[in-house]
């Protein structure tokens, strides 16, 4: 359900729905060697004296989803308000600090860091159709309104991070256990049988509301391992990193306040397990020559854990809403680069492809992503030795996406068109 | 800790996404549809059509007799649970939609958590919201409207906006036999915490501020009544019950009289007469007779419900025709015209049959009404209604 609309600023710095981590920019990856590296790889939190991160991220996001009504069996008489062309536009700001410390032991290094950030969000509020037909009360909705009207995820997250290195061979490895708390709110329009439809068969109303509001806390985990390639095996700078992420399955808890057709509005406790994809991400800087680095990236995330969500009453397992997801996993690779031009500026750049997880026959206006291209530049401005300013400027484009083979109750067929914006502005001590 | 910090992280994490939030589309859509949330209170209108609405949880309900009395009833509806009559009662699940209800109830003087139910059915809630409460038996102690009461009562229930329901009833009373229940009605308003009181309650649709689907009675209106049409000229006098059987013998009645019948419909109806009787001097000269009614009850120096002047035949037959009159009984006030012909048996003793009809509480016709009466001494205990005399010797 519930997981349904979770849109708007649903992002994808690489290839998992939802993912808002753009920390530190374009050098957001598993060889970072800044604060977040609590994030992006632990390993790298070794790092002999002070750390600290200030991240702010800007995010613009606009997406179209054209509900066709032959393609969804809309009568003609309720086109109008069962059919058409909804629209959602969104902007948000994702803070996110980090900070640590780390100590040099003879031949090892040892550091620690804590920070706090938001590594999956989705904000999605449609637009509303004010020019709906007034005898239809759920039209000023939208048409998109049977999966989502207005959605928040939010999963933030508190970690502390160790890591050691064993400097002549530049291996490092590191851990970071996670607190992730959760909320997600949402509401759709919906159906006691999960029709579109506007009136029973006397005439009366038959579309409701379903609200569903929820939270979680849960633990999990990120452990990586870095490789500084000792100069003396190759000439050439190299550093590897992977990283395995461990997300917990949410069990969403909550309220589902439910208003069926003309029935009395009611309440009740329930719950909606939200299975989250455990991540693998590897990556790589390869020093090019003084001046120029490449950072090849790949991201493989599992999200073939989420197939069919179903929201139930905690008191007997009722299902209150049925989500067809049938996710595959999703891939994403990535390329970026940087080119020092001055002792003091730093270009950056790169782009990339995610194979999104989501099915054309599960996709609907929440909770769904397919294939996207991305696209960012940006610059890193040393201020001094040890403070660091960098911006970078990420477009992310959704292919337009034809859905004509829905499964979703009621359809979702349609024409959906999604693009993502985001700005990234990092403050970096070290 | 970790939960409640969540709004206020969330505020900030979100603080440019937008001002409203899911809550927010779903109260304006409940808004636009002119619905009200169950957890903001009931709503206030009575116009909405017949509709499906969640009646599960804790009633009070007043269902006002064809008889005239009320009585109030505590209900408490719950979805059920995997299987047909599996309810949690504690929990008392909420309905989804239409469907099946396990149903108690309780005197509303009752403990709904300690006090066993005095009927448990299951019931079905059409999609109009209608269902039908069949307590068979719905048993009532004689505390609670005068005398026991074992009935099969159905009540057919509509769901009324503003998270009530209320409708009429019908059904059999099998126990005392003859009363009616048809004509009675009764709506229920939501009490989660039996905080409502008597004085709260409304006994029709009407009373709720709707309509009842089957016309139910207004609540200021008068029970049905099959007693016939009344004129401003009063009531007519019954036909003389024929007591050409009854040995009767001119006795002075003078002094006070338990007065015994049985009521059609099988209750007794007790009444303390007081008479003042007066012959001529002439073996065959017929006589006076004085009165006054009293209620069984009543104590010497109390009112007389209503007083009455007769003639006595020579042999001690009489008759007093009562039009309008109220008396007090065990069923309450009751208003009836009444002719009583009776014969005098001896100097302690008369009886008789009586015609006529009850109007109120209930219309029940008195023809064929046997009735007898012994002298009593006023003040002190009546003699019960199985050892009084109730009727005369010689009648059939």
Not at chain 2, 242 to 255: K, P, W, Y
Request: net charge negative.
């Amino acid at each position: 359900m519930v997981g349904a609309a979770l849109s708007l600023t649903a992002a994808t710095a690489l290839a998992s729905p939802l993912n808002l981590a753009r920390m530190d920019g374009l050098r957001g990856d598993p060889v970072h060697d800044g604060a977040f590296a609590l994030y992006w790889n632990p390993a790298a939190v070794a790092r002999p004296g002070p750390s600290f991160g200030l991240h702010l991220q800007g995010l613009h996001r606009e997406a179209t989803y054209d509900r066709v009504a032959a393609w969804n069996d809309v009568s003609p008489d309720e086109a109008a308000v069962n059919a058409g062309r909804a629209h959602v536009r969104g902007l948000g700001v994702v803070p996110a600090l980090a900070f640590g410390h780390g100590w040099a032991f003879g031949e090892f290094d040892a550091g620690v860091a804590a920070g706090w950030y938001l590594p999956l969000a989705g904000v999605a509020n449609w637009d509303k159709a004010p020019g709906a037909p007034a005898d239809a009360p759920g039209a000023y909705d939208g048409p998109q309104r049977w999966a989502t009207i207005q959605s928040r995820l939010m999963v933030q997250s508190a970690s502390l991070a160790l890591g050691g290195r064993h400097r002549p061979t530049g291996l490092s490895m590191g851990l970071a256990p996670v607190l992730h708390l959760g909320s997600l709110s949402t509401v759709r329009a919906r159906t006691v049988d999960r029709t579109d439809d506007l009136v029973d068969i006397e005439g009366n109303p038959k579309e409701g509301r379903l609200l569903f509001e929820s939270s979680d806390v849960a633990f999990g985990y990120i452990a990586g391992l870095r490789w500084d390639i000792p100069p003396a095996l190759l000439s050439t700078p190299l550093s590897l990193g992977v990283t395995w992420q461990v997300v917990p399955d949410l069990m969403l808890d909550g309220t589902a306040r439910i208003a069926y057709g003309t029935a009395e509005p009611f309440k009740l406790s329930a719950r909606l397990p939200f299975p989250l994809a455990d991540t693998l991400r590897a990556g790589a800087a390869l020093g090019l020559s003084q001046r120029v680095t490449l950072r090849p990236s790949f991201e493989w995330a599992r999200w073939s854990v989420l197939g069919r969500q179903v929201a139930v009453a905690n008191a007997d397992d009722t299902p209150l809403l049925e989500i067809e997801r049938d996710f595959s996993d999703a891939f994403g690779a990535r390329l970026r680069g940087e080119v020092r031009v001055t002792d003091t500026v730093t270009l950056l750049g790169g782009g990339g492809w995610d194979f999104g997880p989501t099915p054309s026959r599960t996709h609907e206006p929440g909770l769904a992503e397919g294939d996207a291209w991305e696209a960012a530049a940006g610059a890193r401005v040393a201020l001094n030795e040890r403070v660091a300013l960098s911006t970078s400027l990420i477009w992310h484009q959704f292919l337009d996406r034809t859905v004509r083979d829905s499964v979703q109750q009621p359809t979702m067929n349609g024409v959906y068109t999604d693009h993502r914006r985001y700005l990234t502005l990092d403050l970096e001590v070290h | 800790m970790t939960r409640s910090a969540l709004p206020l992280l969330l505020a900030l994490t979100t603080a440019l996404a937008c001002g409203r939030t899911p809550r927010d589309d779903y109260d304006d859509y409940l808004s636009r549809a002119d619905r009200q949330a169950l957890d903001t209170g009931p709503a206030a209108d009575g116009a909405s059509p017949p509709a499906w609405r969640d009646v599960t949880g804790s009633w009070l309900l007043q269902a006002k007799l064809a008889l005239g009395n009320s009585i109030w009833l505590r209900v408490r509806m719950c979805a059920e649970r995997a299987a047909p009559t599996q309810v949690d009662w504690d929990r008392c699940d909420p309905a989804l939609g239409p469907g099946p209800l396990m149903v108690r109830m309780w005197l509303d003087r009752q403990s709904m958590a300690t006090d066993a139910p005095i009927v448990e059915t299951r019931t079905e809630v059409d999609a109009q919201g209608r269902f039908l409460l069949v307590a068979d038996p719905l048993r009532l102690p004689k505390e609670i409207i005068g005398f026991e009461l074992v009935a099969r009562v159905e009540m057919q229930a509509t769901t009324a906006p503003g998270g009530a329901w209320c409708g009429d009833a019908t059904g059999e009373v099998t126990s005392p036999p003859g009363i009616p229940l048809d004509g009675s009605t009764f709506a229920a308003l939501r009490d989660p915490d039996q905080t409502l009181t008597r004085e709260d309650t409304a006994w029709d649709c009407r009373g709720l501020g709707v309509d009842s689907p089957d016309a139910a009675p207004t609540a200021d209106a008068a029970p049905p009544s099959d007693a016939g049409p009344t004129t401003d000229a009063g009531p007519t006098r019954p036909e003389s019950p024929d007591l050409g059987t009854v040995t009767s013998a001119r006795a002075d009645l003078t002094g006070h009289y338990v007065l015994t019948a049985n009521l059609p419909i099988g209750l007794p109806l007790q009444l303390w007469l007081s008479l003042v009787s007066a012959y001529g001097e002439a073996p065959d000269a017929p006589g006076t007779l004085n009165g006054a009614v009293h209620a069984i009850t009543a104590a010497p120096g109390d009112a007389a419900l209503v007083t009455f002047t007769t003639s006595l035949s020579p042999d001690g037959r009489f008759e007093v025709w009562l039009p309008g009159a109220t008396l007090q009984s065990t069923l309450g006030p009751v208003e009836a015209d009444i002719l009583l012909a009776g014969a005098t048996l001896d100097a302690d003793h008369f009886c008789g049959q009586a015609a006529g009809q009850v109007v109120r509480p209930l219309p029940l016709m008195l023809d064929g009404t046997l009735f007898g009466a012994q002298r009593f001494v006023p003040g002190q205990p009546a003699p019960p209604p199985a050892e009084a005399l109730t009727a005369c010797p010689s009648s059939p």
